[in-house]
């Protein structure tokens, strides 16, 4: 198992594609999203995260859409208002996290969602190009 030793806020990663959150994410509270490829998210226990007492009604409905534009995308959920929420991606381009936030000014979140040992990595396309200033070498 990986773990990531660096502040959330410090890594920005782009994601722009589906692949790449494709498969079972979980926090350290075990708490699960897992992303499909056809852009839709189904999850377990989020009424008890952070995101839980920005979105009212979430507990009946932990399903819904992610929108790809980035390092923060914008994510939707079936029948709740969750004006703003929004996902950010940290840490490198192959081995990134991912957090609810509504406030990407703040510089983070709580909460980090990593994938599931034995989950694979989505590859990123061989010649894709990366965002300057990306990442710890940018």
Sequence with gaps: M???????SDYPVEVDS???LTG???DFAGRTVEFKDDGTFTAEGLDKAD???DC???ADRQQGTVSLSGSSDEVTFDGVECEG??????GSPSSFVFCF?????SGGCAGEFSRKEGAPA?????????????GPTG
């Design 51 to 53: 995101v839980g007492s």
């Design 85 to 90: 929420m929004k996902i950010a991606f940290y």
């Design 101 to 105: 936030t509504q406030d990407m000014t």
């Design 18 to 20: 589906v692949e790449q």
């Design 56 to 58: 009212a009604g979430i």
């Design 122 to 134: 989505a590859p990123r396309a061989s010649g894709a190009p990366s965002a300057p200033g990306r």
């Design 2 to 8: 990986t773990f990531l030793l660096a502040s959330c």
């Design 24 to 26: 079972v994410w979980s």
